[in-house]
């Protein structure tokens, strides 16, 4: 007897799809992902998804949304429990953030070729914002510290980011030297220190 498409609560989809289509990310790349092809690995019908997704885009949106919102959440826990000083609290984020990278290197590719995309749902924009404010609020806690130079904080936190992104890059990538991977993350943390002491 041919056994029955397994059914789905209300929402249980959803998170099934988006659950689903990560691991296809990870394991296969974006050009693999397909709402026919999810639907057949959950044993639904193959229309069951758009009542979710209208098609793929909608399904990368989605993904690179929870990706973003993931990161935030990432990137708060990340402050709990450190010290106040703009060197603990920058340790504590950029590793957090060098991690979500690493382990999520595909998904994180994604985010930010979708987070550029113009058709980019409003959503998207309001969690690449709030996950960005991290790094732009402990800037300018610094700063009312003393503990970095003058001037605009954008200005300051765009070389934190690049340098932060590029290592993560790097790191994703599998690029970096063997001899980085123990004292990399360090020598960057003390770089991106050093570039932003006050004069």
């Known amino acids: ?9 209300h929402g249980d989809l959803r998170a099934a799809l988006l659950t689903r289509a990560e691991e296809t990310l990870r394991e296969k790349g974006p050009t693999a992902l397909s709402l026919r ?20 885009q909608a399904l990368l949106d989605a993904l690179a949304l929870a990706g973003f919102e993931r990161l935030g959440e990432i990137m708060t826990a990340s402050q709990e429990g450190v010290g106040e000083s703009f ?3 920058l340790d504590a984020i950029v590793r957090a953030y060098v991690g979500f990278a690493t382990a999520n290197a ?13 058709e980019a749902s409003e959503a998207l924009s309001a969690s690449v914002q709030r996950w960005s404010t991290h790094i732009v609020e ?5 700063q009312r510290r003393g503990e970095i130079r003058e001037g605009p ?3 300051i936190g765009l070389p934190v980011f690049t340098t932060l992104h590029g290592y993560a890059e790097l790191a994703m990538s599998g690029m ?11 020598d960057v943390i003390a770089y991106i220190l050093r570039g932003s002491a006050p004069d």
Request: proline letters at 9%.
């Open 1 to 9: 007897m041919p056994t029955r498409p397994r059914r789905y609560h």
């Open 37 to 56: 092809e999810l639907a057949r690995d959950l044993g639904v019908s193959h229309a069951a998804p758009s009542r979710h997704f209208k098609d793929k």
């Open 87 to 89: 060197a603990e609290r």
């Open 106 to 118: 595909a998904l994180l590719d994604l985010m930010y070729s979708v987070k550029h995309d113009p």
């Open 138 to 142: 402990l800037i300018a806690e610094g």
């Open 153 to 155: 904080v954008e200005r």
């Open 176 to 186: 970096l030297p063997p001899e980085a991977t123990e004292h990399g993350l360090d």
